[in-house]
């Protein structure tokens, strides 16, 4: 009886350790790109897509949200994006870029999800938002299923923060205040 508490104890430690994500706090994000769909561009009130990649994120503090396509998981870390909306942090030093991962919407829903990102790009046109089709950025980063990521960036590029899930909220003014010290 023993021997199998102890295995069940020890298959969960690996199933827990095999899930976690691999971003590193002071180091770049696995790099990744995203062809299928990619980065929204808003010209005029036309949405066109361009491949989006890792590359890009040097030069400006970033919060990366990287979401699961699906309501619960945008609603999990909306009260981060009221936040920083409400702090309004300058826009020439500061970018929120949330990666979206259609992938992992549920079924039948795809298209849904599209829609939602072209509206949000119209609504928050200084964001960036990406439309992974195929969940390159989930996997490159070994994400959780139906989940939210927040990952903040220094302008070098550099993980400052990160957690999977909802953010708290001391957690929430822990990422206001390290994007006010980034920025400055």
């Known amino acids: 009886m023993r021997r199998i508490k102890t295995l069940a104890l020890a298959t969960a430690l690996i199933s827990t350790f095999a899930s976690a994500n691999n971003i590193t706090n002071g180091q770049?994000?696995?790099?990744v790109s995203v062809e299928k769909y990619g980065e929204l561009i808003l010209n005029g009130d036309k949405i066109a897509y361009q491949a989006w990649d890792t590359d890009l994120l040097p030069g400006k503090v970033r919060v990366i949200q990287a979401i699961a396509g699906r309501s619960s998981a945008k609603a999990m870390n909306a009260p981060l994006m009221d936040a920083i909306l409400a702090a309004n942090p300058?826009?020439?030093k500061y970018q929120t870029t949330t990666i979206i991962n259609q992938d992992d919407a549920i079924w039948g829903t795809g298209s849904f999800v599209k829609s939602s990102a072209e509206d949000s790009k119209k609504e928050f046109s200084w964001s960036s938002l990406v439309l992974d089709a195929d969940g390159r950025a989930a996997n490159a980063w070994n994400l959780k299923d139906e989940?939210?990521?927040?990952?903040v960036l220094d302008k070098d590029g550099k993980a400052q923060f990160v957690k999977e899930g909802a953010l708290s909220?001391?957690?929430?003014a822990q990422v206001i205040d390290l994007i006010n010290k980034l920025t400055q």
């Open 28 to 31: 770049a994000l696995p790099e």
């Open 147 to 151: 989940s939210s990521a927040i990952v």
């Open 90 to 92: 300058p826009r020439d």
């Open 169 to 172: 909220q001391d957690e929430i």
